[in-house]
């Protein structure tokens, strides 16, 4: 395991869909969101943590906070995902990417068929209401900011049962701590992942010598219906990261 990007995370972002009509609500920010309390790294007795609403599939009007964090990139990126329409076997998700200086705007389409579920169909851009095809080499490095890779994995030190609280949930988690290499460097890299959580893994982080490489984490998940009176732009999952600070 030597990708760190919450590895579930980039085969879970699809949306857009050829059928799918570009949607006309008013671009949507995620409010009275519940913030997500995650503490990965302290081991509880996951059999007292129930996972409530959290493990329920994903609906229309769901949303997710990521942040990514740590000494591999200038400044904090967040990238918020929203269902905004289910097509047969496909999740059509509004995906905001927001690097610091730019803010890229998604219609991702991910097959949600038990046979390749994660798959991504299509990603489009949202430039001016207009839904535009986006090369798949061109999403591709959109997402590889959000990304650490090590150089190496050099062994398993270990895992254990943990709790993460998302609002009002906890849900029983499985942090995995393995020795990578990183630029050279000796470092130590942690995962969590449940089975729970269906927006992927909760969490990741690789440090070297107390210097933190690479941290991501879930700000805040949720759920907003969509504004009841449609305009003239597609509904964009926004990330207003200062909102949840």
């Known amino acids: 395991m030597n990708r760190i990007l919450l ?8 949306v857009g869909c050829g059928k799918a009509a570009v949607q006309t609500h008013a671009a949507v920010a995620p409010e009275n969101a519940a913030p997500a309390v995650v503490e990965p790294w302290a081991s509880v007795d996951a059999d007292k ?3 409530k609403d959290a493990d329920k599939p994903r609906e229309v009007g769901d949303y997710v906070v990521y942040r990514f964090s740590g000494s591999f990139q200038k400044a904090p990126i967040t990238l918020t995902e929203r269902v905004v ?8 998700l509004d995906v905001v990417l927001d690097d610091g200086q730019k803010k890229h705007e998604l219609r991702v389409r991910t097959s949600e068929a038990q046979a390749t579920q994660g798959e991504i169909l299509s990603v489009e851009r949202i ?22 890779i090590a ?10 049962e943990v709790t993460v609280a998302l609002g009002d949930a906890k849900i029983p988690a499985k942090q995995t701590s393995f020795r990578v290499k990183v630029g050279g460097r000796d470092a130590t890299m942690r995962t969590v992942v449940s089975e729970k959580f269906p927006w992927g893994d909760v969490a990741g982080e690789i ?21 009841a009176k449609p305009t003239t732009t597609p509904a964009v999952a926004e990330s207003d990261y200062d909102d949840y600070e």
């Open 49 to 51: 943590a129930p996972a």
């Open 7 to 14: 590895s579930a995370l980039v085969s879970m972002l699809a």
């Open 127 to 148: 430039e001016k209401g207009n839904l535009v095809p986006m090369p798949a080499a061109d999403y591709e490095a959109l997402m590889a900011k959000t990304m650490l």
């Open 207 to 227: 440090a070297a010598d107390g210097d933190i490489l690479y941290r991501a984490e879930i700000v805040t998940v949720g759920h907003q219906e969509a504004p």
């Open 85 to 92: 329409a289910r097509d047969k076997d496909a999740l059509v």
């Open 151 to 160: 150089d190496s994995n050099e062994a398993e030190l270990g895992s254990e």
